[in-house]
């Protein structure tokens, strides 16, 4: 027998007391009474009852150490070998990456067939058994006895995390726990393990046909890779839909292991939310569609707002990059602004600009300015910024410009006085502000070749990227969270999920600008906060092989105890004291 707490052994030593108070009886007093009568009577009756009274007084007190030995052995927590369970520690490993995720014949998913069984292991070890629990990636709750804690913590699997290989995180547990028993319930291949490692595969092999390597050629091509990761032949209906609606309907046949790739052409002239999928579903629906984004091809509508006819510079640029090109007055820009819409991109020429609204705005040594500089030299420029592409200003010479101060935006052109230029963001809108104008007055910026590009690099991220708050793509297992301001700080986002004829709304709250969606499955996802809305589209990151299972390795599973084995020791004290004190109560009071 082994002790886990042995100091509380040391209350053993009470024993001494209470045999030294069960025999201690005090000071006899002597007392004169006036005759013997009475005495002679109680005297004869102790007689006949003295045998059993002398037994009784050790009887009792046998019962009280035996108490005694009870309570201290129940705080020394033993451990008798034999009869009390194996606490060696376990590890529990849910492999959570995408095999799971695939449907069995019974209905259920292999996820939803590894938690039952990961659960039951649990609940059948003894209550002194450690368990840590995993998943792919990595630790979900540390070594503990606390069995409702950790049911829950299975039960919230998968979390938001991408997939490690399933070696790492056995290896990772191993680290942790060196003397552990690992199981491992998956549907991945695990490698190399140890003796106590016991690898539990969860389902049985499926076809899997999925769609791969998504991509958009040219401007309006949507196309991707039909595979079939299967031994047999399947057929298939490839379905292509746009914003909801089915657009083509074509028949596939894949052979055993075959790829096919599958393209087409959409009219994007207002943008696309495209959908290529395979139908009907298989038993992995997750890798059976690819979704894409696709920004409008028509050239934006660029309102030039002037004192006077428009700078002729300005003016023939923007007409030679085929921009619908409107020359608006300072008074006319509400009533222009209701007539053009709001995928307008609006140039301020050197005239101060109402408050901004949503929409693309490109302000022209005009806005809140800082101080003006004489022949400014520029010592550098943001070149990463979409706004430079291909644009250099290593010849630049400017007669006049101003410090850009206000908007809180990013400088795009610095000298050793301040920025000369800078762009801002937020969803739905977007600007770029330079303290200088474009005219030949102002210096020879216009006459320079990239002056075309630097414009039409501007016009492209105003009308439609830079007014973005989300990227135009992710994947299942990423977070996505804004990279743009919201407009409203403390709001809450609608989060609509489309795939295929189905959809699934969430709301998720805004804090502090950010909002943080977890993305659990494909499709197209569209954000709302307040009036504004955004589309994303989210792509599995792999396309598992559900016919590959690891094989089944190990030691075979603990059976679960029976429930008389896993009594905590303190409980079965505790009754055997309470029935040592009815005893004792019958043997005073019953007896006499």
């Not at 450690?130 to 919230?156: F, H, K, M, N």
């Not at 943008?271 to 091809?297: C, K, M, N, R, T």
């Not at 009533?335 to 302000?363: N, Y």
Request: hydrophobic share 45%; with cysteine.
């Amino acid at each position: 027998m082994t002790f886990g707490q042995p100091n509380a052994l040391w209350l053993l030593f009470l024993a001494l007391p209470i045999v030294a108070f069960h025999f201690y009886r005090g000071r006899i007093r002597r007392m004169h009474v006036p005759t013997l009568l009475f005495w002679d009577q109680i005297v004869v009756e102790d007689e006949r009852a003295s045998a059993f009274r002398r037994l009784r007084h050790y009887i009792t007190l046998a019962m009280s150490l035996a108490a005694l030995a009870l309570l201290a052995t129940a705080l020394a927590d033993p451990a008798v070998a034999g009869l009390t369970p194996d606490a060696t520690p376990v590890a529990i490993v849910v492999d959570t990456a995408p095999e799971l995720g695939a449907r069995e014949p019974d209905g259920r998913t292999r996820l939803e067939i590894a938690r039952e069984r990961a659960r039951g292991l649990a609940a059948g070890l003894g209550r002194r058994t450690l368990i840590s629990l995993y998943d792919a990636g990595g630790l979900v709750e540390p070594p503990t006895t606390d069995r409702e804690r950790l049911e829950q913590a299975i039960l919230r699997l998968p979390r938001e995390t991408p997939p490690r290989p399933v070696a790492l995180v056995v290896a990772s547990a191993r680290a942790s726990q060196p003397s552990a028993t690992i199981v491992v319930f998956g549907a991945r291949p695990v490698g190399a393990v140890d003796e106590r490692v016991r690898v539990v595969p969860v389902g049985t092999p499926r076809p899997n046909r999925a769609l791969r390597s998504p991509s958009l050629a040219g401007t309006s091509v949507v196309s991707a890779v039909a595979v079939n990761a299967s031994s047999e032949a399947v057929d298939a209906t490839l379905v292509v839909r746009n914003r909801g609606q089915v657009i083509v309907e074509e028949r596939l046949k894949l052979g055993p292991r075959e790829s096919q790739a599958v393209s087409r052409a959409l009219d994007v002239k207002e943008g696309a939310f495209a959908e290529l999928a395979l139908s009907p579903e298989d038993a992995y629906p997750a890798d059976d569609a690819v979704h894409f984004v696709v920004p409008s091809q028509t050239p934006p509508a660029v309102a030039v707002v002037s004192r006077g006819p428009p700078d002729p510079h300005l003016w023939t640029a923007l007409r030679s990059l085929e921009a619908r090109t409107v020359a608006v007055a300072p008074d006319g820009v509400e009533a222009a602004r209701e007539r053009l819409g709001e995928s307008t991109v609006w140039v301020f020429d050197r005239v101060d600009p109402p408050p901004l609204f949503d929409g693309g705005f490109l302000l022209v040594g005009c806005g809140e300015l800082g101080a003006e500089l004489e022949n400014p030299r520029v010592a550098d420029w943001d070149r990463r910024h979409p706004v430079h592409a291909l644009v250099d200003y290593a010849d630049v010479v400017l007669r006049r410009a101003r410090v850009v101060t206000a908007r809180g935006g990013s400088p795009l052109v610095l000298t050793e006085r301040g920025p000369l230029a800078a762009a801002g963001r937020s969803m739905g809108r977007a600007w770029v502000q330079f303290g200088f104008g474009f005219g030949v007055s102002d210096g020879d910026f216009a006459l320079r070749p990239s002056f075309p590009v630097l414009l039409r690099n501007a016009l492209a991220w105003l009308a439609d990227e830079g007014r973005r708050a989300f990227p135009r793509e992710a994947r299942v297992g990423d977070v996505l969270v804004n990279r743009a301001l919201l407009p409203d700080r403390a709001a809450t986002a609608q989060v609509t999920t489309a795939t295929g004829g189905t959809s699934r709304t969430t709301t998720v709250p805004v804090e502090r600008g950010e909002v943080r969606i977890a993305l659990s499955q494909p499709g197209l996802v569209k954000i709302a906060v307040g009036a504004r809305t955004e589309w994303v589209a989210v792509r599995m990151a792999e396309s598992p092989d559900l016919e590959t299972l690891p094989k089944e390795s190990g030691a075979p599973l603990p059976e679960a105890l029976p429930w008389w084995r896993d009594v905590p020791w303190p409980v079965v004290a505790g009754g055997l004291v309470l029935l040592i004190l009815v005893a004792e109560w019958w043997i005073y009071q019953v007896r006499g």
